[in-house]
């Protein structure tokens, strides 16, 4: 498969590579320890729209604390 997943910015102009499930040794749980590892999260530096992104982690790890404080991928 072709995947900017490495360097995934969210106007699409990361930079594609192949690559296959040899990247995480077939094993589904290394799978999502890569996938986990290139989400945007503390100190990133990528912007959207001029923006810059969130650390779309406090989204995984207490989405009801992000809602509640209408919180958003970008920031304002």
Known sequence: ???D???WKPDGTG???RIN???WEGDSLKWFV???QNIPG???RLT???KKLANWWVFIGDFDHAMQRGMK???Q
């Open 48 to 50: 959207y729209k001029g």
């Open 15 to 17: 930079k594609k590579r």
């Open 73 to 75: 991928l970008d920031r």
């Open 21 to 23: 499930s040899d990247r």
């Open 5 to 7: 997943i490495e360097d």
């Open 1 to 3: 498969m072709v995947t």
């Open 42 to 44: 503390a100190n990133h």
């Open 34 to 36: 890569y996938w986990m």
